[in-house]
Structure formats: structure tokens, C-alpha cells
């Protein structure tokens, strides 16, 4: 009977609920999101296929940039674009248009000299032609590039105090040079006014140099020796004389005023009749005059000259030797 009491006072095990119970959601790790990011960022990323599709436009599009500044470069050496989009592309390429004595003339240099006498001919109602234009330019270019030469061998220079005092003799250039070329006088002062001054310079140390000196010192000789005898005139001139004048004894017959030029104009004034002037240098010749009669008729004056006469090699046929054999090769279209 206990044992029977005992089993009933035993608990019974508890069944399993089947109702469940929500716990709340952990919160995840940092890492774990950071992961997740990185994972949607990769899966987002351009595949190899469309990276080599962006590369392939990229080729694309450079080799059609390089297609047509080529074509453009083609057309400016063969003369057919002188504009300024044209001239602004070119100015950074250095490209070179011709070579002077190993001097190099760019391409961009050529086009805007010739673009500036395009507009020169337009602004004087002259008729031209670019195939004239760049003929011109292209002797002129070899021409200053040959003086730039000279000049750097004989040491000679043009500095900044003297372009700008030969610029401001002119007060209608800041206006002109614009007006005609496009330039500002600076430019302008470049391009034209400096190589003209180099040019004189290098007349004069021509003349100066040892090869003219005995030229020079035979005419000085002459001259002392008709400031201790005039009479002695037709005689030397007779003797010396390199022209048709030697068989006349150096008579040149009459003159007015404008057979005489601008440069021996003023020696001839200065003379009275029966005066003899010092030596005279012109480009190619040095020459004494012997004034024999002045005679004024209706306001127009008239003389009788007789000369001695010598020549001498010229800058101008020296300048134009050193041009000929000049070391030239050129790119554009001339």
C-alpha cells in the first residue's frame, strides 16, 4: 500500500511546450558588416569586359585627336591653313617649318608672318597670291636668318635701350603695326626694326675690317694730296679712275639736284664752284667730287661735276653672297 502511495506522489514530467518564444535579435559585428559592404562594392565593380571596352574608346578617341591634328599639320606645311585656331594648335609642337645655317624657323612663326601679310595686302588694297606671299617670306626669312648668323659670329647685338629709342622715333607705329600687320610694336620691333639695325651694324663693321682698309687708306692718300695741289684732279683721275669717267679725266658733265640722290645731294650743295669735298663712301664705291659750275635758271639748279672714282666690295653683294651659300632646308609648301 505505501509502495502504490509512492508512485502516485511521484511528479509527472512536464510536456514541451509548442509555443514558441521570440528571443531579440543579436546585433552583428562590425566586421561582419563591413564585409558585407565590401562584398556589394565588388559585385558592383565594371567586370574585365567592360574595362576593356572603356580602353578601347579611350583608343579610339586619341587616335582620332592625333588623326586630325596630322591632317591639319599636313595641310599648314602645304600652305592651305594660316588661321589663328590653326596657329595656336601648332604654337606648343615646335614644329619646324625650315632651317637657316642650323637656325630653325617654326612652323607656327611661319604661318603667323604669313597670316600678317595676308593682312598687310588686305588693309593696302593689294592683289596678292599665298603662293606669292609665302615666296616672300620665305627669302625674307632666309634673309634675316643669315643676318641673325652673322651677327652672332661677329658678336653684334641690338639691346633693349636701342630697339626702344629706334621705336619711339616713330610715334605712328604703336598704331600703323596693328593696323597693317596685326602686331604690337614690340612684335613689330622684332620682326622688322631689330634685324634692320643688325644690318647696319654689320655694314659697318664690314666696311671697318681689315680686307677694305686698303681701299680706304688709297683714297684718304689721294685726298691729302688735293688738299696740297687741287690742280692735280683730272690728272689722278685720269689715272685711278675705274669707270668711263677715266677717259675724261673724271668729268661727269651737269646734274640737277634730283640726278644726284639723296646722299650726295647734300656734299654737292655744300661746295662753291671750284671746291673739291672730302671722300664720299657709298655701298660699292669712294668717291671725291670737284664742283667746276652752279648755275640757277627758273628756280632749278645745275651742276658741272667732275669725280674720282674707286670701287670697293659692297655689303650688299657680300650679304647676298652669304645668302646663296647659306645651308637651307625647308618643310612648307614654297
Given amino acids: 500500500m505505501a509502495d502504490k502511495l509512492k508512485k502516485i506522489s511521484t511528479p509527472l514530467p512536464k510536456k514541451k511546450s509548442s509555443i514558441s518564444v521570440k528571443r531579440p535579435a543579436s546585433k552583428k559585428s562590425p566586421v561582419i558588416l563591413d564585409l558585407k559592404q565590401t562584398a556589394q562594392q565588388v559585385g558592383s565593380l565594371p567586370t574585365k569586359r567592360n574595362t576593356f571596352k572603356i580602353k578601347q574608346r579611350g583608343v579610339f578617341y586619341c587616335s582620332v585627336i592625333l588623326l586630325l591634328l596630322f591632317i591639319v599639320t599636313i595641310f599648314a606645311y602645304l600652305g592651305y591653313l594660316t ?8 604654337k606648343n609642337l615646335h614644329l619646324p617649318a625650315m632651317s637657316v645655317n ?3 624657323v617654326l612652323l607656327s612663326d611661319f604661318l603667323s608672318d604669313t597670316a600678317a601679310l595676308q593682312k598687310y595686302y ?8 599665298l603662293a606669292a606671299i609665302r615666296n616672300q617670306l620665305a627669302g625674307d626669312l632666309l634673309k634675316k636668318y643669315v643676318i641673325f648668323d652673322l651677327a652672332s659670329k661677329a658678336g653684334i647685338v641690338v639691346t633693349d635701350q636701342e630697339l626702344a629709342k629706334e621705336l619711339s ?34 655694314a659697318t663693321n664690314f666696311y671697318q675690317s681689315s680686307a677694305l682698309i686698303p681701299y680706304t687708306e688709297k683714297i684718304q692718300n689721294i685726298s691729302k694730296r688735293l688738299n696740297v695741289d687741287p690742280e692735280l684732279f683730272e690728272t689722278i683721275a685720269a689715272e ?6 677715266k677717259y675724261v679725266a673724271g668729268d661727269l658733265g651737269w646734274f640737277d639736284l634730283s640726278a644726284l640722290g639723296q646722299n650726295l645731294a647734300p ?17 660699292s664705291s669712294l668717291r671725291i667730287f670737284k664742283l667746276y659750275e652752279k648755275i640757277t635758271s627758273d628756280n632749278r639748279v645745275v651742276f658741272h661735276l667732275g669725280q674720282i672714282f674707286i670701287t670697293r666690295p659692297s655689303f650688299a653683294d657680300y650679304l647676298s653672297a652669304q645668302i646663296k651659300n647659306a645651308k637651307v632646308w625647308s618643310l612648307v609648301n614654297i
Fill in 240 to 245: 685711278v679712275n675705274e669707270d668711263q669717267s
Fill in 122 to 129: 588686305q588693309r593696302t588694297g593689294e592683289d596678292y597670291k
Fill in 102 to 104: 642650323g637656325q630653325t
Fill in 169 to 202: 622715333t616713330n610715334t605712328k607705329i604703336n598704331d600703323l603695326t596693328d593696323e597693317l600687320y596685326g602686331w604690337t610694336p614690340k612684335v613689330y620691333g622684332q620682326k622688322i626694326v631689330k634685324p634692320l639695325l643688325l644690318t647696319e651694324k654689320l
Fill in 267 to 283: 656734299t654737292i650743295l655744300s661746295l662753291q664752284p671750284g671746291e673739291i669735298s672730302a671722300v664720299v663712301e657709298a655701298d
Fill in 83 to 90: 588661321n589663328k585656331p590653326t596657329i595656336f594648335c601648332l
